[in-house]
């Protein structure tokens, strides 16, 4: 790119910049001592992923589809991590979620296509009807 825009590369058609996503910072719970209490190291991502500019149409309508759920109702996706103890990886844990998501959702699935039955299954199967057909006739027969 080379503009100095700094960009959460997801595939090389895929890029999003980081002005569209907002950190906002909060005391983490868990272990951590006298630390906890005075530093915020949860980070928290906010990505208006509905609205992005980034995000091809078809990419969007699959991450809308497959993580609607996660979506606010102004189409904004958050993303929390406090796995660590300081903010910078928290927030690198949160574009790696962020990243893996839409990565999960970048590929079009292939529509599944029915296979056919084969001739010779066909086959076996008429030939396994025919003999519970005889069998039952047999037994028609021997049982006058």
């Known amino acids: ?35 906890v209490n005075k530093v915020n190291s949860k980070a928290t ?19 809308v589809k497959k993580y609607g ?9 958050l993303i929390t991590s406090q796995r660590f103890r300081d903010a910078g990886r928290n927030t690198a844990d949160c574009l790696e979620k ?3 998501m839409i990565a999960d959702v970048a590929v079009a699935p292939k529509t599944r296509r029915p296979s056919r039955r084969t001739r010779g299954s ?15 006739q047999r037994r028609r027969i021997e049982g006058e």
């Open 1 to 35: 790119m080379g503009n100095g825009v700094l960009m959460l590369i997801v595939t090389p058609q895929i890029r999003i910049p980081l002005g569209e996503l907002e950190f906002t910072f909060a005391r983490s719970g868990g272990p951590g001592g006298q630390n």
């Open 45 to 63: 991502l906010r990505w208006h992923a509905s609205a992005s500019p980034s995000l091809p149409e078809d990419v969007r309508e699959r991450f």
């Open 69 to 77: 759920h996660r979506l606010t109702t102004d189409g904004e996706l």
């Open 98 to 100: 962020l990243r893996g």
């Open 122 to 136: 066909v086959e076996r199967r008429l030939q396994g009807k025919r003999c519970r057909s005889q069998s039952k």
